[in-house]
């Protein structure tokens, strides 16, 4: 049985109590995409991309909490140690509940991109990373109850944390050079 207290229930409690039948899943994918297709990090462009989700202008605890969901991604994305948690069902919940929500985290995702991207060409690393998104978002139903769509499921949650880094350092590569700290 799943944690009821875990955020990405509460986050969907909340969602669907304010009438907005949709994935937080799917709504952390769409900001993180948007977000690492060079969106910034303005509250009112990214509540609008929200509501066009949501089917509605969210009602104020949905817009607070969207507000905060911004400021955790502001946070991970811009923080030396650049450690991004994906918004998805914990880890009792049963695998295959996790694996859609897994895809809808990458639906999300691409669409946030391609909302925001710019024409700027992409390297062929950032090709590849929304080529497997695209892949991992149509697999949903690949994973079978076992240790080994287990042990699947983990390795695709591990590169997902790792992936959005890469197209957002890129993305921010036009915008100002990148320091990197020499080692000594």
């Not at 907005?20 to 994918?29: D, I, K, N, Q, T």
């Not at 911004?70 to 880890?91: F, Y």
């Amino acid at each position: 049985m799943p944690i009821q207290n875990s955020p990405y229930h509460a986050f969907a409690t909340l969602l669907n109590s304010s009438g907005h039948p949709v994935s937080p899943a799917e709504l952390h994918g769409l900001l993180l995409g948007r977000s690492c297709a060079g969106a910034g990090f303005e509250i009112e462009p990214w509540l609008i991309d929200a509501a066009e989700l949501l089917g509605a202008a969210p009602a104020d605890n949905v817009r607070q909490a969207l507000i905060g969901l911004q400021e955790m991604v502001k946070g991970e994305l811009t923080s030396d140690d650049m450690t991004v948690v994906l918004l998805l069902p914990s880890d009792d919940a049963p695998l295959g509940e996790r694996a859609i929500a897994l895809g809808e985290w990458c639906q999300g995702f691409l669409a946030g991109f391609g909302l925001t991207a710019r024409d700027t060409a992409l390297s062929t690393e950032a090709m590849e990373v929304l080529q497997d998104l695209a892949a991992i978002a149509q697999v949903q139903d690949a994973l079978e109850e076992s240790d080994d769509g287990e042990n699947d499921y983990m390795e695709v949650m591990e590169y997902l944390r790792v992936a959005p880094l890469l197209l957002f350092t890129e993305s921010a590569k036009g915008s100002e050079p990148v320091v990197k700290p020499s080692i000594h």
